[in-house]
């Protein structure tokens, strides 16, 4: 009998704090959430923001700062799903717009999105040309468009190496089919340097290009 009043008393002991869990406001939940992401808790932090908005009133304007810190716990534990969406959230209210947009961009980078990406980083250089976060934008775009140079620039040089002495009378006609690929490379490296000056992967290739073609 003893025993059963003890697990009697637990159950209605752990019930009172999930009741009492369920009951916390939207602010104390908010600042829960505050505390766990100071103290770099994110995972936490994201948990009590999720749940403050869950309960939020509202009559209430929705607390856009709130919204922008419940994105960034989830970008710190890389659900990259959940930042877009709270990310979006805190920029349809005008808060800090231009870094949502730089930090929505690289979720969709580490997703492996990259015409998405590639998409949100040019919408936010023509939206936020004076923000802080403008170079990061035009860095992360001239690292994309190099990326893609270089797929065309390797498929170039395969073509070259297709060259023999068996087949020199074929090498006019091989050169021209590889410069296709070198002039889709050459653009492309002029789109990274375009938003990146100093980039000198973009500036190697076009170097190569010219020499391989001089060849």
Known sequence: MKNILSVTLLLFTMLGAVYAQEEKSAAELKNEGNAALKAKDYKTALASFEAAIKVWDESEDMDAAMLYNTATCARKIKDNEK????????????????????????????????????????GGVEEFPNSKYIGYMKKELGKHYVKQANEYFTKGISILNTRTEGNRDQWDAIKEKAKVEFDQADGLADKALGFDAKNSAAQTIKNKIVELLKS
């Open 83 to 122: 930042s877009l969406k709270y990310y979006a959230k805190a920029k349809e209210l005008g808060y800090k717009e231009d870094v949502a947009t730089f930090y929505s961009g690289m979720a969709y980078k580490s997703m492996g999105k990259m015409d998405e990406m590639e998409k949100v980083l040019l």
